[in-house]
């Protein structure tokens, strides 16, 4: 079964650890230092940040990885979201399922309109899957992101809630707490 704890201060060495591995940090904007001091620090802000939430996901017992969203709009009703599987093992199984909760708690329990995804336009995979799940291509930000000596191009992508609602005899039955 599959939880979505918020994400707290006990939580942040097992952050640490996956968003530091090269796999996930991969296709992320930012990289960031093994420093479980700055680690603590960014807690601090995104705990008091009122347009962000972030979410350990749980596979039963085990913690797997973090899902969060960002830029929470309340006027427009939209925000964006990101995600990771930080224990391997659980990659295959959850990288595809894992966001559709997300979509579900978003849309059904948040009432709000569109979620957005960036996406490294490398990331093929990750695209593919947001395709399926019904999202829409909106443009590509031509060198948006600049890390490891070089530009990335980032494909914008949305949901909106009357796609989604179309969708919702495929994936509707993905629901899951989200504290």
């Not at 420093?35 to 705990?47: H, L, P, R």
Request: aromatic share 16%; proline share 1%.
């Amino acid at each position: 079964m599959i939880n979505f704890i918020s994400l707290k201060e006990e939580h942040l060495e097992i952050v640490l650890k996956w968003r530091t591995q090269a796999e996930v940090t991969k296709y992320m904007s930012t990289d960031i230092e093994k420093n479980i001091v700055k680690q603590k620090e960014w807690f601090k802000k995104i705990s008091i940040n009122k347009m962000s939430k972030y979410w350990i996901i749980s596979n039963d017992t085990v913690l797997v990885g973090l899902i969060s969203l960002v830029d929470i709009n309340w006027i427009h009703l939209n925000t964006i979201w990101s995600y990771y599987i930080g224990e391997k093992d659980y990659r295959r199984e959850l990288g595809a399922i894992a966001p559709l909760y997300l979509y579900n708690y978003v849309f059904n329990s948040m009432n709000l309109n569109k979620i957005f995804a960036n996406c490294f336009i490398e990331n093929v995979n990750m695209i593919k899957i947001l395709r399926i799940h019904g999202f829409r291509d909106v443009g590509v930000h031509k060198q948006h992101y600049y890390k490891n000596d070089r530009f990335y191009d980032v494909l914008m992508m949305e949901l909106l809630a009357d796609d989604w609602e179309i969708k919702k005899d495929i994936f509707g039955r993905f629901i899951a707490p989200f504290e």
